[in-house]
Structure formats: C-alpha cells, structure tokens
C-alpha cells in the first residue's frame, strides 16, 4: 500500500499534467487519497482517448454514396481525400466539396 506522501506527490503530479490546480489534500485519510488519484487518472485515461480520437479522423472525406476519380485512382465514399489526389490540388478539392462529393470533418 502507498503512503499518504506518495499518493499526494502522485495526485499532486497528475493534477499538474492535466492543467488542473493542485488538489486540496490536507486532512485525507490514505483512502481517500487513493479515490483521488484514482480519479485523476481516470480523467487523464479519458483526456487520451478523446484526443486520440480527434487525431484520427481525417480531415475530408468523400461524401455518402458518392465516388470520385483521383490520382490514386476511383475513391468510394468514406475514404480520406487530401488536396494531392487532383491534378489541380486545393481548387478542384474545394469544387468538389462546395458540390457535396467531399465532406469536410471538422
């Protein structure tokens, strides 16, 4: 089992990694300071997940029941789409979304 100075050195530490103030900590018996840290931790693990998230969808993509020609070829809908597959880069990329053949995600 940690000890108190361990458990508040640990909440103390994650705190700072999530932007938050230092945790009120004075007076906590060992398992509260456990629920704590706990709980901090928990907030970090769903911090990760959130911004992994964001990471991972592309930025456009070709739009729901549509296909588009492309330099890698015919595109079906839901794959990433980037400026380098036209010949004529962000111009025809813009045209394509302002007809609602690519989505752009925010």
Same mark, same amino acid.
């Given at each position: 089992m940690a000890t108190n100075k361990d458990l508040i050195s640990t909440a103390?530490?994650?705190?700072s990694?999530?932007?938050?103030?230092?945790?009120?900590?004075?007076?906590?018996?060992n398992a509260d300071l456990v629920k704590l840290v706990s709980e901090l931790e928990a907030t970090k693990a769903e911090a990760k997940v959130e911004t992994e998230t964001e990471a991972?969808?592309? &930025?456009?993509?070709?739009?729901m029941g549509k296909s @588009?020609?492309? #330099? &890698?070829?015919?595109l079906a809908d839901g794959v990433? @789409?980037?400026? #380098?597959?036209?010949?004529?880069?962000?111009?025809?990329?813009n045209d394509f979304v302002d007809s609602g053949y690519i989505e752009k995600n925010k």
């Open positions: 103390e530490a994650l705190a990694e999530l932007g938050q103030d230092k945790p009120e900590t004075e007076g906590l018996k991972e969808k592309p &930025r456009y993509t070709v739009a @588009i020609i492309t #330099k &890698r070829g015919i990433e @789409i980037t400026e #380098k597959d036209f010949a004529n880069g962000k111009l025809t990329l």
